[in-house]
């Protein structure tokens, strides 16, 4: 095992590893209920269709019983190709690259980094590392650089660089550029994404040919100005809230192999729950024992505590759960604040498949000096919640647009 005071080069700047995680960059599901899920995903939160992939066809895939849909979906709320995935549980549980043990219904948490070379510098030092790694590669669709590798409890934890972007005209790339994938590491350098649209011009490709689904729900809501299918934008994913079997082991690995750090722990009914933060929000995952899940009434079928999906502002936080909720979409309220630190206003949806979705507007961040603001200085949420808020020095500084809200 290589020395952990080692110190690599990450962009000219010395870090305790060769590479820095920037954000939380896509995540996903295996569901039971597809079609409950797309539509709770699509018409409901807003997630658009980028691909979609048919697992079913899959030499691995089994050929008998009653699977369902057994397509993939890749969804976006921007313009990343991806930033949420739900795929079919009863097909993925056969696929032999991934295995998933019977509580994991999280397909894939994935975080971006800065550069191809960190990716590639990544795989080796989880090698170095002894740290269990699923595949290295470049993924199709999405055209993202990866490497995977299991965390203590069988979630998958990816790594990425470049994932392709959907622009103005909402095509993805054809699946004729799907040459470009690759299932083991790749040399550097790489030719750049314009390059390699270029080839494809010269090879005679429609690079115009990919896929691209429409809005089916009429624009009928007014959001800040513009006019939506629904009355909220989301506009940011994250955090991830984990179930697992010994927080203190799953803490080690986020902080020593991925370069997490510690924002807070609170003990709550005994158990103790650590928060933990990738860039300048509060927290980026939040680990939390099992035995926490029948406390808190959530679904004993998953090791997904949450799923955060960030609206625009407070007034969408308001109106989408005034709009989920007659949408019969039910919400749970057994969630406290102390299993949420840095977030004020929230509201907690379950998914078809009883995954808990968490919606909010606000998070939390984290300066220079790293420290979070203390709890006597948190915002206190009423029962009854406001028409209007006072700001806090931080409200709104996370939001982060890629473009117009539709």
């Known amino acids: 095992m290589a020395s952990s005071s080692a110190r690599y080069s990450v962009g000219g700047v010395l870090m305790p590893r060769p590479f820095k995680i920037r954000r939380l960059g896509h995540f996903g599901f295996n569901a039971d209920k597809m079609t409950e899920g797309l539509d709770f995903y699509g018409r409901l939160l807003g997630f658009r269709h ?78 170095e590392r002894g740290v269990p790694i699923q595949r290295v590669g470049r993924d199709m669709p999405g055209s993202n650089w990866h490497v995977y590798v299991y965390d203590p409890d069988g979630h998958t934890i990816e790594l990425y660089y470049g994932i392709e972007q959907i622009g ?125 899940r029948r406390t808190l009434g959530l679904s004993e079928h998953t090791t997904c505590m949450s799923f955060g999906a960030e609206v625009g502002s407070y007034t969408q936080l308001r109106e989408a759960v005034t709009y989920l909720k007659s949408n019969g979409v039910t919400f749970v309220d057994s969630i406290p604040p102390e299993l949420y630190p840095g977030i004020d206003y929230s509201a907690f949806a379950l998914d078809p498949d009883g995954h808990c979705v968490q919606l909010y507007y606000y998070m939390e961040q984290v300066g220079w000096d790293g420290k979070v603001r203390p709890a006597s200085e948190r915002r206190a ?14 409200t709104y500084v996370d939001q982060v647009y890629q473009g117009p809200l539709g």
Not at 381 to 394: K, Q, R
């Open 50 to 127: 980028s691909d979609i992939l048919d697992f079913g066809k899959m030499p691995w895939a089994p050929k008998s019983g009653d699977l369902g849909d057994t397509r993939g979906y890749f969804m976006r709320y921007g313009t990343d190709h991806h930033a949420f995935v739900l795929f079919n549980k009863r097909v993925l549980d056969h696929r032999p690259d991934r295995k998933f043990a019977p509580e994991v219904t999280v397909n894939q948490i994935t975080w971006q980094c800065g550069s191809l070379k960190e990716i590639m510098d990544a795989h080796t030092y989880f090698q």
């Open 168 to 292: 103005w005209n909402q095509l993805s790339k054809p699946t004729e550029m799907y040459y470009r994938g690759f299932r083991e590491k790749p040399s550097l350098p790489q030719v750049s994404e314009i390059a390699e649209v270029a080839e494809a011009f010269e090879k005679g490709m429609d690079v115009f040919g990919g896929n691209r689904t429409r809005e089916a729900t009429a624009e009928t809501y007014e959001v800040e100005g513009v006019l939506l299918p629904r009355p909220f934008k989301i506009t940011k994913i994250g955090p991830v809230g984990l179930f697992v079997a010994d927080v203190a082991r799953a803490e080690a690995f986020y902080v020593e192999h991925l370069g997490f750090v510690k924002s807070e722990e609170t003990v709550y009914r005994g158990a103790r729950c650590v928060f933990l933060r990738a860039g300048t929000e509060h927290h980026s995952v939040g680990l939390f024992p099992r035995e926490l």
């Open 381 to 394: 949420v009423p029962a009854v919640w406001p028409e209007a808020l006072e700001p806090l020095s931080d």
